[in-house]
């Protein structure tokens, strides 16, 4: 089975902190994404990574970073938390682009508060 | 990506088998149908996906009409742990940015 984890379940920050997001994924996808869910928005994609090192911006960037230095591990960065910020952040892998039907799986999600 | 269209509730008893349906009418050749589905708090959790093809895996069965443009997601024997949002979505494979649009799903509900 698939294994995206994410570091993090529940986390309260203050305004202004800068928050760092972690997630593992186990099975050698080059696919990582991170998205934000909120009630009546439904998923946004922030970030995306095809690739070591590789990063491209999804539908929503702002005041986000990522990294990905190894394959298995993708990091989401809020350089300076604020209260807008305050959402569900979940972690997904794909095998490649090329791959059939190129499932997407999701880790359990981390529920970020700014105060 | 082509839009979809569910159902915004359902109820389905314990132990009898539950159908979603999901009208994806302006589909493309090319589109999948995914489903996934969504416990309260947690990430969602995929579940099937088809072409063409009816596809049957340890969770569920999917059954896409012979113009796709539409499909029924079956749990053959609901239980309690069942109860969640189920989405249903179509997208290309290998799409550059892979979105998913979520929309709001079905939230079904499974009674004692």
């Known amino acids: 089975d698939v294994k995206v984890t994410q570091s993090s379940r529940y986390l309260v920050k203050r305004t202004g902190e800068k928050v760092f997001l972690e997630c593992v994924q186990d099975m050698d996808h080059e696919n990582m994404f991170w998205y934000r869910q909120d009630p009546g928005l439904g998923l946004r994609l922030i970030y995306f990574s095809y690739d070591v090192k590789m990063k491209e911006k999804g539908d929503i960037p702002e005041g986000y970073s990522v990294s990905r230095e190894k394959k298995e591990r993708f990091s989401l960065i809020l350089e300076s938390a604020s209260t807008n910020q305050t959402s569900m952040y979940l972690c997904?892998?794909?095998?490649?682009?090329?791959?059939?039907?190129?499932?997407?799986?999701f880790g359990e999600g981390s529920w970020l508060t700014v105060v | 990506d082509a839009k979809t269209t569910q159902p915004t509730s359902m109820d389905c008893a314990e132990g009898r088998a539950a159908n979603l349906p999901c009208n994806h009418s302006?589909?493309?050749?090319?589109?999948?149908v995914y489903w996934y589905r969504q416990i309260h708090s947690q990430g969602p959790q995929y579940i099937i996906h088809?072409?063409?093809n009816n596809e049957t895996n340890e969770m569920a069965s999917l059954i896409i009409t012979e113009d796709r443009k539409s499909s029924t997601l079956i749990l053959p024997h609901a239980t309690l742990r069942d109860t969640a949002v189920y989405y249903c979505i179509v997208r290309v494979k290998g799409t550059g940015a892979n979105n998913l649009f979520f929309g709001t799903g079905t939230r079904l509900t499974v009674i004692p």
């Open positions: 997904a892998s794909s095998l490649s682009r090329s791959s059939s039907g190129n499932t997407i799986y």
């Open positions: 302006t589909i493309s050749g090319n589109e999948y």
């Open positions: 088809g072409l063409k």
